[in-house]
């Protein structure tokens, strides 16, 4: 078998060097030595430059937000409460007319709305991928909010003012996007105008449940959610509370920490967890769903509930936000006041607010709820039914945003939120954001007004700030990256733009981003802690198309970025520390060079691809390669490669590649025949963008990424010796290859390294691509005991030789496996078809065999942004049949209809028709999501790669009643795993599978109940605001109702039964004291 394995690396190599071109490539770019520059990355300036530039962009952001701020709560102040406001006084854009005018259907249709509404002209803008007027501001009011209330038209009216400001802050700065206003009361004001994005059903955008508001309206919480299940809740109630606490979970970000348990006699958790847990999305997901599986039972007990919530709260031994403390309580009623809980845990600093939430339609006395609220700084709610859970799981912020307002100037500081998906389409962006406070007075002498008026927020997409990493000169496998204080990335080649849901935030932490170990949880800590650093290590990276592994060496540089919670890393293999910089100054030779992009040279000189990057301003990009080297031409004939409006680095590294890979054709490639050695085509990729195949005709089957950079074989030939194999790409359930044509191949390729001037640098891969069925038959006769001129010979009884892959393929299999475990080539016909599998689906007991042999290391990890198809709707507690269903002996009598029961089952059906299952909104499908069918997910993905053993290896299978003798050996040089093994006899050898496909979890990745046992590192904002001496704690909620119309509740209920379901006119509810 080593004769064979000595024979089959002795060919590869022979291949590649006539073909392959790596020694003419050197001489080369030795020869032209004089047209390039040798240029160094230093790793600590480079992070300081990037890092100073983001603190720059977004200082400039800063002040344009502090501008807004003073100027609305100037605004504010002079503005004059107008009690008798009428909808026609008020004139603005509403970004949503367009769309309810065109919906027969809309609210304001069905109402003959008088509100004047602009109708504006809009021009394309391509900085906010949409159409924008630049001289009105637009505004946006939740669906379930009634535009004609005197709060909102009084909130229309001074907010008017910010146009100008707005405007202005564009004047002076031009970079500017999204400027907005998200009020308190629901009002969204932002500039420039746009339409809102119409969604497919009914638009459940609500500004106070974005992450950016969230972030700036209070400082963090530690939140505990109980939930009445006695026997008394049960059916309407129980399902509103489920709702309820789903919302309520909706308001926390990822720097609050939560539990919510459930209550009767006793208190238990509804989930898995067992103390506080970070409000992230899986965290959150997990409660929801347990939710769903409350029952109600037994008696109601107000202290088990409470001393559990306690309790949580105390725990100082896990990680929690460490700020502002709360209890949350949803009941239908009950008559204890547990005072003796709140004078042990509460009493008299009341450090915990505790807020009480009425559930359901009842007669049970309020008060002792009420009680609760206002003796321990907390609010006191009703949700009597559906329509009233969205606002009032949200207004407790007001609450919690009084010690920022008390605070004053010294809660004015500016934060920058998480990475989440933009609602107008602007793509991944951050958040500045700013608090926005009431500084009127009730009267002469009277206290301050402790009300947040809102939050100011501006955007900075994140393709903003990549422009300002270095572009290109990082090399193939160098990156930038930024995370937060939580560890989520900001910037990362592997963090993906949302095309699920957008009201969740994107949290991909630093860890799941990359594959995790030791050493980057101590640069990620580091990170966190604000500190500088810089470290080399050996780590593992998974390639481009997510198939392979491979263990490599990077240099990680990182830097705090100041004013900010961000710290910006560079990562660098030591290949990539020196780069090429062309200095064509000659314009003789760039026209020379040009010349041979031109298609009509492709004949003789092979055909070039070109990669899509930015090379000049008015460049018109293209998906279409041939389209874009098209436009590029166009381009390149009006102007120079030295014009101002082009990148001349970009610009001439291209040509410069040009004319080096062209004199490759020439020396190494026109005068060979490629089909003595079976081969398709010869191909070179450069760091310069050009990927130039020979022959022409060979670009007709090149599937490769005309970007290098994003090309799998490109990256993963930089950061492995030898020559590295690359099968064509089969699923599993996917038709088998046909090998038709000759098209089929075998990519076979490996970095060119340079030594220049004492610097080690690879700007380039070369190439060949194998004919399968060719090499295939050559494959049999190197694994056999004859050369190329002898005869086979079958060896068997009479005869004395030994058995080889070619004359005993019947019994013996013979095959090349690559470093992932994917089939490269077999001796048996049948099997050439599924070449590029991996090796489980082809033989499963082999595949096995090697890996518990060591010859593969397998490597799980989860991917986080993965995008899944809905699954079915559970049947549990929430489902519609245990809603009351009326009699028709009800319907006849006129005292029902008045009922609450009446009022709550219409409610409950009315707003059935906007909540996805009647209770449970689905975010995408509401929101209007393109991608309404898929929901985000984890999927599981599994890669091998080459374990320890590196020598020749000999092993037997035991299958029980049979054996199975193989042998494997590491070809040398290449990625190549050579086996040659007994064919298998029995059945009872198939037992066992490894797997390799990506597979979707059932839960939310690893088990969420483990993970939170052993938390990552964090730090939550370094400012906290939940007290205030001079807070007044007075307005603590009172309840309030909705007492329907008989006349209206009656027209109501016949559309109902008549099958003409109206649309409803929901109603703000807000405090007393938001008149301002």
């Known amino acids: 078998m080593q004769h064979w394995a000595r024979r089959l690396e002795q060919e590869i190599d022979g291949v590649m060097r006539i073909f392959g071109g790596v020694q003419q490539l050197r001489e080369i770019y030795k020869d032209n030595r004089n047209l390039f520059e040798v240029q160094e990355n230093e790793p600590q300036k480079l992070v300081e430059k990037v890092a100073g530039d983001i603190e720059s962009l977004l200082d400039r952001k800063v002040q344009a937000l502090k501008r807004l701020a003073d100027a609305a709560e100037n605004f504010q102040k002079a503005h004059r409460w107008q009690d008798n406001i009428k909808e026609e006084d008020i004139l603005y854009y509403d970004a949503k007319a367009d769309a309810e005018l065109d919906d027969p259907e809309s609210e304001d249709v069905e109402r003959g709305s008088k509100v004047s509404t602009l109708r504006?002209?809009?021009?394309?803008?391509?900085?906010?991928?949409?159409?924008?007027?630049?001289?009105?501001?637009?505004?946006?009011?939740?669906?379930?909010?009634?535009?004609?209330?005197?709060?909102?038209?009084?909130?229309?009216?001074?907010?008017?003012?910010?146009?100008?400001?707005?405007?202005?802050?564009?004047?002076?700065?031009?970079?500017?996007?999204?400027?907005?206003?998200?009020?308190?009361?629901?009002?969204?004001?932002?500039?420039?105008?746009?339409?809102?994005?119409a969604p497919k059903k009914i638009d459940l955008y609500d500004v106070r449940r974005r992450p950016w508001y969230i972030q700036g309206a209070s400082s963090p919480k530690d939140m505990v959610i109980i939930v009445d299940v006695s026997g008394s809740?049960?059916?309407?109630?129980?399902?509103?509370?489920?709702?309820?606490?789903?919302?309520?979970?909706?308001?926390?970000?990822?720097?609050?920490?939560?539990?919510?348990?459930?209550?009767?006699?006793?208190?238990?958790?509804?989930?898995?967890?067992?103390?506080?847990?970070?409000?992230?999305?899986?965290?959150?997901?997990?409660?929801?769903?347990?939710?769903?599986?409350?029952?109600?039972?037994?008696?109601?007990?107000?202290?088990?509930?409470?001393?559990?919530?306690?309790?949580?709260?105390?725990?100082?031994?896990?990680?929690?936000?460490?700020?502002?403390?709360?209890?949350?309580?949803?009941?239908?009623?009950?008559?204890?006041?547990?005072?003796?809980?709140?004078?042990?845990?509460?009493?008299?600093n009341r450090t915990v607010r505790v807020f009480t939430f009425s559930v359901g339609q009842h007669n049970y006395d309020v008060t002792p709820l009420q009680w609760m609220a206002c003796a321990n700084k907390g609010y006191y709610f009703e949700i009597p039914s559906i329509g009233a859970i969205r606002i009032n799981t949200q207004e407790y912020l007001d609450v919690l945003g009084r010690p920022m307002v008390l605070a004053g100037k010294e809660a004015k500081q500016v934060q920058w939120t998480n990475v989440y998906e933009d609602a107008l389409g602007l793509g991944l962006v951050v958040t500045g954001t700013l608090p926005v406070f009431n500084l009127t007075q009730d009267g002469p002498g009277e206290k301050k007004n402790q009300l947040i008026l809102g939050v100011m927020g501006i955007d900075v997409a994140l393709n903003d700030i990549k422009r300002l990493t270095p572009n290109y000169t990082l090399g193939a496998n160098g990156y930038v990256f930024a995370i937060d204080l939580n560890g989520y990335v900001l910037l990362h080649p592997n963090l993906k733009s949302q095309t699920t849901n957008f009201r969740e935030p994107v949290t991909l932490d630093f860890l799941d981003a990359e594959l995790e170990d030791e050493n980057k949880e101590e640069i990620r800590r580091s990170m966190i802690d604000g500190n500088k650093g810089h470290k080399q290590i050996r780590t593992l990276v998974k390639s481009l198309d997510e198939r392979y592994v491979d263990e490599v060496v990077r240099n990680y540089t990182w830097v705090p970025i100041r004013s900010t919670n961000y710290s910006l890393g560079l990562v660098l293999p030591p290949y990539s520390t020196f780069y090429l910089q062309a200095n064509l100054s000659d314009q003789i030779l760039q026209v020379k060079y040009f010349e041979f992009l031109l298609p009509s040279s492709f004949e003789s000189e092979g055909h070039v691809f070109i990669a899509p990057r930015e090379y000049c301003k008015d460049l018109n990009a293209s998906d279409n390669n041939t389209e874009f080297l098209k436009n590029f031409i166009e381009l390149m004939e009006k102007v120079t490669p030295d014009s101002k409006q082009c990148n001349n680095f970009l610009l001439h590294n291209l040509i410069l590649d040009t004319g080096i890979t062209q004199q490759l054709v020439e020396r190494a490639w026109r005068d060979q025949d490629l089909n003595t050695y079976s081969l398709l085509a010869v191909f070179a990729a450069t760091d310069g963008g050009i990927t130039r195949v020979f022959p022409n005709k060979a670009a007709e089957d090149w599937t490769e990424n005309p970007e290098p950079f994003n090309a799998s074989f490109y990256r993963r030939s930089l950061d492995n010796h030898g020559y590295v194999f690359k099968p064509p790409h089969q699923d599993a359930l996917l038709r088998p290859l046909e090998l038709e044509n000759d098209t089929v191949g075998i990519l076979v390729s490996t970095a060119v390294e340079l030594s220049l001037g004492g610097h080690t640098l690879r700007p380039?891969?070369?190439?060949?691509?194998?004919?399968?069925?060719?090499?295939?038959?050559?494959?049999?006769?190197?694994?056999?005991?004859?050369?190329?001129?002898?005869?086979?010979?079958?060896?068997?009884?009479?005869?004395?030789?030994?058995?080889?892959?070619?004359?005993?393929?019947?019994?013996?299999?013979?095959?090349?496996?690559?470093?992932?475990?994917?089939?490269?080539?077999?001796?048996?016909?049948?099997?050439?078809?599924?070449?590029?599998?991996?090796?489980?689906?082809?033989?499963?007991?082999?595949?096995?065999?090697?890996?518990?042999?060591?010859?593969?290391?397998?490597?799980?990890?989860?991917?986080?942004?993965?995008?899944?198809?809905?699954?079915?709707?559970?049947?549990?507690?929430?489902?519609?049949?245990?809603?009351?269903?009326?009699?028709?002996?009800?319907?006849?009598n006129l005292a029902w209809w008045t009922s609450a029961a009446a009022w709550s089952l219409f409610q409950q059906l009315l707003y059935g028709l906007i909540y996805h299952s009647w209770f449970q909104a689905d975010p995408a499908e509401a929101e209007g999501s393109p991608e309404a069918r898929e929901s985000s997910c984890v999927m599981k993905q599994t890669q091998y790669y080459f374990g320890?053993?590196?020598?020749?290896?000999?092993?037997?299978?035991?299958?029980?009643?049979?054996?199975?003798?193989?042998?494997?050996?590491?070809?040398?040089?290449?990625?190549?795993?050579?086996?040659?093994?007994?064919?298998?006899?029995?059945?009872?050898?198939?037992?066992?599978?490894?797997?390799?496909?990506?597979?979707?979890?059932?839960?939310?990745?690893?088990?969420?109940?483990?993970?939170?046992?052993?938390?990552?590192?964090?730090?939550?904002?370094?400012?906290?605001?939940?007290?205030?001496?001079?807070?007044?704690?007075?307005d603590c909620g009172r309840g309030a109702s909705f007492p329907p119309s008989l006349g209206v509740l009656v027209s109501l209920q016949l559309l109902l039964l008549l099958g003409l379901p109206p649309r409803p006119q929901p109603q703000v509810h807000a405090h007393a004291s938001r008149r301002v």
Request: proline content about 4%.
């Open 120 to 197: 504006l002209d809009f021009v394309e803008d391509s900085n906010f991928k949409n159409k924008v007027n630049y001289s009105y501001t637009a505004v946006q009011i939740p669906t379930d909010i009634y535009k004609g209330s005197t709060v909102i038209l009084n909130e229309l009216n001074w907010t008017e003012a910010l146009e100008n400001v707005f405007i202005e802050n564009r004047r002076q700065d031009p970079t500017l996007l999204w400027q907005v206003f998200g009020s308190a009361t629901g009002v969204t004001r932002y500039y420039p105008a746009t339409p809102w994005r």
């Open 233 to 348: 809740v049960s059916g309407l109630t129980l399902k509103l509370m489920k709702t309820s606490v789903c919302e309520m979970l909706d308001t926390l970000s990822d720097d609050d920490y939560v539990n919510v348990a459930s209550f009767n006699e006793k208190a238990q958790p509804v989930s898995c967890f067992t103390h506080l847990v970070q409000a992230n999305v899986r965290n959150k997901k997990v409660f929801k769903e347990a939710v769903q599986g409350m029952v109600a039972k037994g008696t109601t007990g107000y202290k088990a509930g409470f001393e559990y919530a306690f309790d949580q709260l105390q725990n100082s031994n896990i990680t929690r936000a460490n700020c502002n403390k709360m209890i949350m309580m949803f009941t239908d009623g009950g008559e204890d006041r547990v005072q003796d809980v709140f004078e042990k845990y509460n009493w008299p």
């Open 764 to 892: 380039a891969v070369v190439g060949v691509k194998l004919d399968l069925e060719a090499w295939a038959e050559k494959f049999k006769v190197l694994a056999s005991n004859r050369t190329h001129q002898d005869q086979p010979q079958k060896c068997g009884a009479n005869n004395h030789c030994e058995m080889d892959c070619e004359v005993n393929n019947e019994d013996l299999l013979c095959v090349l496996i690559d470093d992932g475990g994917f089939l490269v080539l077999s001796n048996q016909n049948h099997q050439w078809d599924q070449v590029g599998r991996f090796f489980s689906e082809v033989d499963a007991n082999l595949m096995l065999a090697l890996y518990n042999n060591s010859f593969y290391t397998r490597k799980e990890s989860y991917d986080y942004q993965a995008a899944c198809a809905p699954q079915p709707p559970g049947n549990l507690g929430a489902a519609p049949r245990g809603v009351f269903v009326p009699t028709i002996a009800d319907f006849l």
């Open 948 to 1034: 320890s053993v590196n020598a020749s290896y000999n092993a037997i299978i035991d299958c029980g009643n049979c054996s199975r003798l193989f042998h494997a050996q590491r070809l040398t040089n290449t990625n190549l795993l050579f086996v040659v093994a007994e064919k298998p006899l029995c059945s009872q050898c198939e037992a066992g599978r490894l797997l390799q496909k990506e597979t979707h979890c059932p839960a939310d990745g690893p088990e969420q109940c483990e993970l939170v046992q052993r938390p990552r590192y964090r730090r939550g904002p370094h400012i906290c605001f939940d007290y205030n001496a001079t807070e007044d704690t007075s």
